[in-house]
């Protein structure tokens, strides 16, 4: 598993995590879109906004190996912002390669492009 150097563990000040230290051995959790729907809290669209910068400043429009990202926090990302980068795509791959679609990305979360 990559090891993102460099990259936030977690959102600064909470216990959101954007990171796992270490791989899973009961076998890789697979990434899958979550639904983001209207009446999430605000701190829930901050933690996602924030990943979306740490993303977006880590690895701009290039593809990325997944690594040791969080694949709930991805999830919540995936398939919008975040898409598969490779075909055939393995969600359960710690390889995995991933894009930022930056147009929707843009779109969703304009802050974290400033």
């Given at each position: ?57 880590q ?38 390669l ?17």
């Amino acid at each position: 598993m990559l090891k993102h150097r460099g990259f936030p563990g977690r959102m600064p000040g909470t216990d959101f995590q954007f990171t796992v230290r270490r791989p899973n051995p009961k076998g890789v959790t697979p990434l899958t879109r979550r639904e983001r729907f209207a009446d999430r809290k605000n701190v829930d669209r901050r933690v996602d906004a924030t990943f979306m910068r740490a993303l977006w400043e880590q690895f701009g429009d290039q593809p990325f190996e997944r690594g040791n990202l969080d694949a709930g926090r991805l999830s919540w990302l995936f398939g919008r912002e975040v898409v598969a980068a490779e075909d055939p795509f393995n969600p359960a791959s710690y390889e995995a390669l991933l894009v930022i679609n930056v147009a929707v990305a843009q779109a969703s979360f304009p802050d974290a492009f400033d």
